[in-house]
């Protein structure tokens, strides 16, 4: 450890700290406040009263474009023979309140004396430990702490944070090299926010001297995350990338009314540099799309921002039915037609021409693509999916879990008003009709933050705060049709917006496989789930039913079970509840 001498020989000092680090990866450690410059509308915090935090003094902006935070690092050394410089910060962020907050992002900049200011990188509010990268700049969050309300009852952690939700602390590490900084003297980082609807989300820095982080013995996951190269988990031989490929953009060039928000420029901006999407699809309505020569430039958008092994962009548009339901489009590659739903009807109209699902399938399957649809909201009461359409060449997954909230079953957790006004219709439905679908999330955003969107509090049909949904594949490696194999392959799992991991096997066959029914006549269910916050419980379902219910402690937590095989064909999946409230959902095993 960076903060222990080796053989037991206790602390090191902050001296030896620093000379550990630039013997270890060659950068200069630096505090990151040294004194507030300008703290704009920010809020001073004096004085401890909870045990939130460690500082007796810190300065926390809101997510609003009318607060901002600047702040004056501790001295750079010269000539050290550095060629990084790592600044460290105590921090906290949270989300300010019970009710679901519109997300957004803070950029941070820096200056050095007799040179312009340079934009760094932007994040997001977070409750789980992140990295963010942008060129040659590194920031890495490592949570320490959480704190979360149980029940929806606020949390009272400190004096102005009075009606918390869900709340981090810990020890955030910027990676610059030392070329960007003036030897000798202090940098200058400004932290603006940007959001283009009020929230209350919120982000401080600890300034005083019981903050100091380098003296802190846990500063080593932070450098470690800051200098180390990304790498994905690993399950088995495959690699798990997390996705949000159901975003919607403020591209108006259809019917002339748009049904998101930014360009998609900055709607794949958004999902790479601050949500820190592996993987993306923005799937704007077929009615936004005004000819074939407008999808075309949209696939060569797609192509520009796909960049594989950092950032895979999956070709996508919604098919759009008042009728018959919302499916989304998913291409392996670029180069195909799409194909519109009620030409010349405009949004969700419902005309001589509309379409339905059967008829696209047979447009794709004329026009020779490879593709797959998805479902999504299915019980929603506006436009509810017809689940007597079903063709498994095309119909591979459905989306359980979306910013509209979770649809698997009526009743079910988190569940937005809209998302369950139908009962019979939710995906749970769909597999006991005997549809065979794996499960994915993504946000269904229109706020123009894939990744982490979130409807306002104002928005009537959602009525929890987890917002967003990721798709996490198992795939080979980060390339379109990698990830495009492990979709139609069903292998994959869905999660709330939050990156856990998850191995499901039945017989050793992962998740979306088909195997045969056993001459033993018994089945080997295991599970393997590492959460992003302690794990609460992990449920065992089987055709329906919860067939074993397993408490957990800690952050990951095993189940092996047998279980007598039906005599008729079953599946089985695993849904997951964290302590924090968020929830993952495998995709399911089908025996016989």
Known sequence: ?????????????????????????????????????????????????????????????????????????????????????ILVFSVGMGMGSIFPQPSGRFEMSLTTPGRPRVGLLSFCVTGESRVWRSGEVTLAYDVRRREHAAGNCPLKLDAHIIEESDASYGIMTLRVPKSMVAKGQPARIDIVPFNRQPSQRWFKVDVDMFARPILKSHI?????????????????????????????????????????????????????DVAGLDFIGIADHDWQI???????????????????????????????????????????????????????????????????????????????????????????????????????????????????????????????????RLPGLGPLDALLRGHRLGLMASSDGHDGNPGNAQWS????????RLGSGFIAVLAEELTRESVWDAMYARRCYATTGTRIVMDFRVNGSIMGSEVERPEGGTNLI?????????????????????????????????????????????FYYLRVFQSDGEMAWSSPVWVG
Not at 360 to 389: K, M, Q
Not at 391 to 398: H, K
Not at 457 to 464: L, M, S, T, W
Request: with cysteine.
């Open 457 to 464: 509090n104002r928005q009537p049909h959602i009525h929890h």
């Open 1 to 85: 450890m960076l903060s222990m001498k080796p053989d037991g020989g206790g602390r090191r000092t902050d001296e030896e700290i620093r000379a550990e680090v630039l013997r270890r990866y060659r950068a200069d450690l630096v505090e990151g406040f040294g004194e507030i410059s300008e703290w704009g509308r920010a809020h001073r915090e004096r004085d401890r009263v909870a045990s939130f935090t460690d500082a007796r003094s810190a300065y926390y902006i809101h997510q609003s474009g009318r607060d901002h935070l600047q702040l004056s690092t501790a001295q750079v050394p010269a000539g050290s023979g550095a060629e990084w410089v």
């Open 290 to 420: 005004k000819d074939q020569d407008d999808w075309n430039g949209r696939m060569e958008q797609m192509d520009r921002w796909d960049e594989p092994g950092r950032f895979v962009v999956i070709p996508t548009y919604e098919w759009t039915s008042a009728k018959y339901g919302h499916r989304n489009v998913y291409y392996r590659d670029t180069g195909w037609p799409y194909f519109d739903n009620n030409p010349g009807h405009g949004h969700n109209a419902i005309g001589p021409e509309s379409r339905s699902p059967a008829d696209l399938w047979a447009s794709l399957r004329e026009s020779g693509a490879r593709a797959l649809t998805i479902a999504h909201h299915p019980s929603v009461g506006f436009f509810p999916v017809d689940w007597s359409y079903m063709d498994p060449e095309f119909d591979r997954l459905v989306e359980v879990y979306s910013t509209w909230g979770n649809s698997e079953y009526f009743g079910a957790p988190h569940a937005g008003t809209a998302s369950d």
């Open 526 to 570: 295991e599970a393997t789930v590492t959460g992003t916050a302690p794990l609460e419980r992990l449920e065992l379902v089987r055709d329906g039913e919860t067939i074993c219910e397993k408490s957990c402690r800690g952050m990951t937590q095993g189940l092996s079970l047998e279980d007598v095989c039906p005599e008729q064909p079953s």
């Open 220 to 272: 080593d996951p932070a450098v470690e995350a800051c200098m180390a190269a990304p790498a994905p988990p690993e399950i088995g031989d495959w690699k798990v990338y997390f996705g949000d490929i159901h975003g919607h953009s403020g591209e108006e060039r259809g019917s002339g009314r748009s049904c998101g928000v930014g360009t998609l420029d900055e709607n794949y901006a958004y999902g790479r």
